[in-house]
């Protein structure tokens, strides 16, 4: 039986050393799973609430832990999340917080998995998941609000799309990465690193395209199989109101001018992903950029969209981007999550599953990644809380989870 039995929270580090939520949920047959929540630095304005860690666990505690105690099945996910939601009683988990939430709701899905004995991609996607693999975007130059002094873009983003396989392609984006690193040396350009690992040198962005550019093309040629790059522009970090436009140090863009650099990058460099190149309030600008560039790239909506089904709908409706960046403590259950991937999905928008710059070792991403035959994942490329998950996806493909 997965009926719970107990649900234990408690605040541990995260990668930036803030506390986060970690939540275990244990069941009637002995059914164990550990969860911990993520945390955003580039947060959009419309993602579910995240609370201080004391407050959310309090809180939790309070409302949701006795809904769930020998009430509801970890094995039932909607069950689950339904009985948070009932518990919180807004639409922005401002109650429980979305940190309580996203723990207690990934925790039990590994319950519900562990009881099961079945790997956490199985329980969420079906049996036959397991066959295709999401190509990893890896984080290699940053800045932005992951890294002062270092470029405006807050992520430039090895993308191995011709990688024979998922094991060869976080390899090729480690490569990368190194690579990054010596052709900085070369330059005399010292580089700090960013919350996410990237490094963080003190470049101008059109700099950080060339040094990207030379290092993917240096490794693609090693490796001898394709691998491209993207870009996190994190564009609502870069909006001024009072400047009516996108502020790269001393020079401001306007909306129209945006699309036109983001336009001319993609055919320049080839990108093969942009993600949120304009403020996250900008649905006509999104649309813009998609209707020149979405046939060639990527254009996706992270602060845009924020997981959420109705945000969404209304990109859909708009044609703003052709695909979502889906983190599941943006809305806080696994539920809403998948709901968001199905109808991205239904709508020929691809799922691109995601971390976030706060990080823990939970590896919930990466089983989701193949649980909804998601096209990418972004989890970093190097440091230990993103190998977490890149190590993960290489047992899963190994079938050794
Ligand atoms: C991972 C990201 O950063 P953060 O977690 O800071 O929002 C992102 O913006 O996609
Ligand atoms: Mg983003």
Known sequence: ?????????????????????????????????????????????????????????????????????????????REVDGALRAADGTDNFSEIGANSAVAISMAAAKAGADVLGAPLYQHLGGAFRGENFPVPLGNVVGGGEHAKEATHIQEFLAAPVGAPSVSEAVFANAAVHARVSEILDERDTPAAKGDEGAWAPPISDAEAFEVVDEAVSDVEDELGFEVRFGLDMAAAELYDDDEDGYVYGDEVKSTDEQVDYVAEMVEEYDLVYVEDPLDEDDYEGFADLTERVGDQTLICGDDLFVTNVERLQDGIDAGAGNSILIKPNQIGTLSDAFDAVELAVRNGYDAVISHRSGETEDTTIAHLAVATDAAFIKTGTVQGERTAKLNELIRIADDAV
């Open 1 to 77: 039986m997965t009926l719970i039995t107990d649900v234990r929270l408690r605040r541990v580090l995260d990668s930036r050393g803030n506390p986060t939520v970690e939540a275990d949920v244990l069941t009637q047959s002995g059914g164990f799973g550990r969860a911990a929540a993520p945390s955003g630095a580039s947060t959009g304005e419309y993602e579910a609430i995240e609370l201080p860690p004391s407050e959310a666990i309090a809180a939790a505690r309070r409302h949701a832990v006795p809904r769930l105690i020998e009430e509801v099945h970890a094995g039932n996910q």
